[in-house]
């Protein structure tokens, strides 16, 4: 029985959780023999601490992903399969000549053969008034929904998620969406073949 570890760019408890139960979800069809491992070493991201645009959480996500897999390479890591960034910001849009911000967390998963996927959360819309402590007044957001739920430490408990949608979704399950919807085309290949008609990562 093999043994494939996952390589987080965060050591936060809640990305680390969310990769985790994302393993226990489609692990068997990833690799219905193997044994998962999740370890967590700390990256830069290369973006802001709040991204405010989905570009930009794209990016951080992957640059997150291509730092793990550096240190892979330098360490000699060679259990380590995949490499997972995970980003979480806000998306701001235009809508009818109303701003519209939206809270999203993103994933980017590469393999060990460079191939790259790209999951995504969903989105949830920011009260105004949060919206405009983080995008107007550079606020981070982690101080902001602080503020905002007169608690201490939200991220690393339920997160912003937790906060809007009155832990419904924590911010960690969030994640897991994300990490769930990156693998899909690791997991789920049929769907992703040139034949299936379907785009590749």
């Not at 890591?77 to 849009?93: A, H, K, M, Q, R």
């Not at 897991?176 to 693998?183: E, M, S």
């Not at 085309?185 to 769907?191: R, S």
Request: with cysteine.
């Amino acid at each position: 029985m093999g043994k494939i570890v996952v390589a987080v760019g965060s050591t936060r408890r809640p990305k680390l959780n969310a990769v985790w139960e994302a393993l226990t979800v489609f692990g068997p069809l990833l690799d219905p023999n193997a044994q998962f491992d999740v370890v967590g070493v700390e990256v830069e991201s290369g973006v802001r601490h709040t991204p405010l645009r989905r570009n930009e959480l794209m990016a951080g996500a992957r640059r997150r992903a291509e730092a793990v897999a550096r240190l892979a390479r330098e360490r000699q890591e060679t259990s380590w399969c995949y490499f997972v960034g995970l980003e979480g910001g806000l998306d701001v849009v235009e809508e009818q000549g109303r701003r519209l911000v939206f809270l999203e967390n993103w994933a980017c998963v590469l393999n060990t053969s460079g191939r790259c996927a790209y999951g995504q959360s969903g989105a949830i819309l920011l009260p105004e008034p949060l919206a405009v402590h983080v995008v107007d007044e550079g606020v981070e957001l982690a101080d902001a929904i602080d503020a905002f739920a007169r608690q201490q430490g939200v991220r690393d408990a339920q997160g912003a998620w937790g906060v809007l949608t009155a832990n419904l979704i924590t911010r960690q399950d969030a994640f897991r969406t994300a990490v769930i919807n990156a693998f899909a085309p690791f997991y789920n290949p049929a769907a992703y073949s040139t034949d299936s008609g379907a785009a590749t990562g």
